[in-house]
């Protein structure tokens, strides 16, 4: 019986690690693309000392992005089960890469697209992010991570700016732009939604098996 429990527990953590790695991965590569469109565009600015020649970006972006990212897709199935609220809408690859597109898409947009201010900028953004929670998600555990991810990944960020590690142009929000919430956000429910793709099709694998 022992033997047993130890067999599903290591399953288990090995089923973790291995969806871990891929969020982790995930979350690396998407740090340095979308950062490179924010550094190229001016928006974001670090300290000659601390930019590394990968993509322009500073060593520990793409790694702290990458551990996030592990943790949130990590943790949207583990909220879901918990809430006895399997996610069940649009669970198909093909839905998921096009999340994928749509938090690039509004990343560029925070880059590329010029408002007469950044409040504009923000409202837009903000539409999109919801736009793209009720196109791809619609859970109110969705919702409610997104908006706690975004809370806390702003305030991160505002430590950050503040103790001069990087900072931004034109700051409207406190130390920071008002739409970096909205990106937050928009990755938040991209990113869980990558997990909980990558947790559905892992309990389709031990069914199988």
């Not at 500073?58 to 199935?77: D, E, F, I, R, T």
Request: proline share 3%; net charge positive.
């Amino acid at each position: 019986m022992m033997t047993l429990v130890s067999a599903v527990l290591s399953g288990v953590y090995l089923s973790l690690f291995r969806r871990g790695l891929v969020l982790f991965a995930v979350g690396v590569l998407l740090a340095l693309v979308l950062n490179l469109l924010q550094v190229q565009r001016n928006v974001t600015l670090f300290p000659d000392q601390v930019v590394a020649t990968l993509f322009s970006s500073a060593w520990w972006v793409p790694l702290c992005c990458g551990s996030a990212a592990a943790v949130v897709g990590l943790l949207y199935p583990c909220i879901d089960r918990h809430l006895g609220e399997p996610h069940k809408f649009k669970r198909e690859w093909a839905s998921v890469m096009r999340c994928i597109a749509v938090f690039v898409g509004i990343n560029h947009a925070s880059a590329k697209l010029d408002f007469a201010n950044n409040v504009q900028l923000s409202l837009t953004l903000a539409a999109l992010s919801l736009g793209l929670w009720w196109t791809f998600d619609r859970s109110r555990s969705g919702f409610g991570l997104g908006i706690t991810i975004a809370f806390l990944a702003t305030i991160v960020t505002q430590l950050l700016v503040y103790n001069g590690v990087y900072q931004y142009t034109s700051p409207d929000f406190l130390y920071v732009r008002s739409w970096l919430p909205c990106i937050f956000f928009s990755g938040g429910v991209t990113v869980g939604n990558i997990g909980r793709q990558l947790a559905m099709v892992n309990v389709e694998k031990s069914h199988n098996d």
